[in-house]
């Protein structure tokens, strides 16, 4: 029997699991939701999204937890000591070999397939990590800036309230947003969001990124706050080639939903503002470079025709 490796990539948005062989051929895949413990949901909630979607994909490829050289779980939410520990309770008496990890590092062989770099992911909230010769490191809480596609649309919802206030531009989103919340007017779209029970959570925020984003050439508002996340993303891009010890030109893979092509406004942002570093789009979701990650830890070397092969049968 060939060998078999897995991986989970979770989300706040969705949380997908995959199985292959050192070779790149695909065995199962299977979608599920959040996998955040730090979610609304709870972390009870998320465990059985990533159990459920486990056992999903092995009862595809007719396999047990047992048969599985080597698992790799990257997971948004395994912010700190005790979060790994949650899930090493749930994930260790099932595998032989396995690895913990917040899903910053699930991008990282998308870039480079020996996994050192940077990985930024750009999804409903931002997940960053590096690895380099001095250290790996996720920086997970440590993101103090609304990023992502929810942190998008929190400060395109701050800049309509300023200009209401008169402390602000005047931007077109005081039309374009109070309209996709149900509202006729700024004050009437921050009672909707802002209420006792109100279901506008993050997910609710990022969904609306995309009409954000279309007003980039039409409103410098919006222009500003693209230019505004990029600027801090280079920040945070600088303290971890530091922490970890990367010299340039550093790797940075970029990608998630809110950079879905390298045409994409934040990318173009990101691209204007890195400098010394090498800049990459990922041609790949996430789930390929855990996967690529659970076939380096089990032991086998990941090529450029296993991340292709991958690439392929998941985008």
Known sequence: MRDVFLAVDAGNTKTWAGLTTADGDLLGLARGGVGDIYAPAGPEAARSVVLGLVDEVLETADLRPSDVKHAAFRLAGVDWPADEQFWAAALQPLFKQLS????????IRCGRL????????????????????????????????????????????????????????????????????????PEEMLELTTARGNAFNFAAQA??????????????????LVDTQAERLTEYIGSLARTCGLVRPVTV?????????????????????????????????????ALLDAIAEGGATPTEMVRARLTQKLS
């Open 100 to 107: 913990i990890k917040n899903d910053g590092f699930a991008l």
């Open 253 to 289: 893979v970029v990608g998630g939903g809110l950079v879905p092509e390298p045409e994409a406004p934040m990318f173009a942002a990101l691209r204007r503002r890195c400098e010394g570093v090498e800049l990459r789009h990922a041609q790949a979701p996430a789930l390929v470079g």
């Open 114 to 185: 020996d996994g050192q770099g940077i990985s930024v992911v750009l999804g409903t909230g931002a997940a960053l990590a590096g690895r380099g010769p001095a250290k790996e490191w996720a920086l997970s809480w440590w993101l103090q800036h609304p990023l992502g596609a929810a942190g998008l649309v929190s400060e395109a919802l701050r800049a309509v309230y300023l200009a209401e206030l008169g402390m602000g531009e005047s931007t077109k989103l005081a039309a374009v947003l109070p309209p996709l919340v149900g509202a006729s007017t």
């Open 207 to 224: 969904a609306h990124a995309p009409a954000v984003l279309a007003l980039i050439d039409d409103d410098p508002v919006v222009a500003g």
